[in-house]
């Protein structure tokens, strides 16, 4: 209402944010592109409904956790 910029960042695997908010978890760039193929987080992002920015999460995340957790 202020004006102001949110932008929620959705860490789940499940990606209980991206669904709650409206957006499709899987089909485009998500925060698992952004942490494991050096995408950038500009083209992940996207904008809900609700006009909130958000950068979303999808089942690969859960690939990029085991592999970070093995490294």
Known sequence: RKGARVLVVDL?????ATLGLGCEAEGGAS??????SGASARS???EAP???ALL???ARLADFEEAA???
């Open 12 to 16: 789940d695997p499940q990606a209980h």
């Open 31 to 36: 925060l698992a592109d952004v942490l494991s």
């Open 44 to 46: 992940a992002l996207r």
């Open 50 to 52: 609700s006009g909130l």
């Open 56 to 58: 979303p999460a999808s």
């Open 69 to 71: 957790s093995v490294s």
